[in-house]
């Protein structure tokens, strides 16, 4: 008995080890990924891999970085430019001690920004990506990994409405983080909401492309999509080559996001 049990137990350790996004809440979604343009994807798979634990996979054309709750998709494309200046500012990180990935990230003669106590009484950093992708620390000493995707920050002078448009959109709730109010969650994920004094641009074509949910059946969700009014950039499609189902819409801010089926399997 207490050899099957240290079986099983193993292979539900393999099984979680495997398991790359979060269990889909009850009307099946999770977050995704994030999409980024880069001038040169072999450094970005890189860095990705040796200083955030990330795994690379391809798929047909599709080159991505397996992380827990998170994949981040790199094409090869110069960029239209960074992130900041656009409403999706920057994505952020939990790091089991951040102090040793800042070691680790000069070390390599790597930018970072500010660094300050964040919303949550931790120590926050900011790293600079290359294709001036803007990356956000933030420590957790109880975290299980030494790194793990956290959040995604939109800025713009409509905050509020945004957040209540993406509520209602995907049907989930406001939850503060730390002094944040105007945050809430996914699964995987948290979009955290703050203002700007001036408005920001449109995303697609910069270095942070777009943003991605992961939903078990795409193509019925993309049908309640429709009977809410929204209107699709590309409807939804069956793309076998690289094994996903997706669609595009564009939030009221100029967020550019993609809907898919299939990265769960990557």
Known sequence: MRVLSSILMLLLLAGTAQAQLAVPNEAGLTYGHVHLNVTDIELHK????EHFGGTVVVKGTLTAVRMPNMMVVLTDR?????????????FGFKVRNIATFLAK???AGLPVGREFIGAEGQPNAYVMMPDDVYVELQEDQALPVEISPYHIHFYTPEFESLLAWYTELLNIEVRPRGSITSTTNVPGMNLSFANSNEPRLATKGRSIDHIGFEVDDLEAFCKLLEAKGIAFDVAYRDVPTIGLK???????SGVYIEFTEGFDEY
Not at 46 to 49: K, S
Not at 246 to 252: S, V
């Open 105 to 107: 990230w000069r070390a």
């Open 46 to 49: 890189q860095l990705w891999v």
């Open 78 to 90: 110069d960029p239209t430019g960074g992130s900041q200046g656009t409403v999706m500012d920057h």
């Open 246 to 252: 997706i669609a595009f819409i564009t939030d009221p």
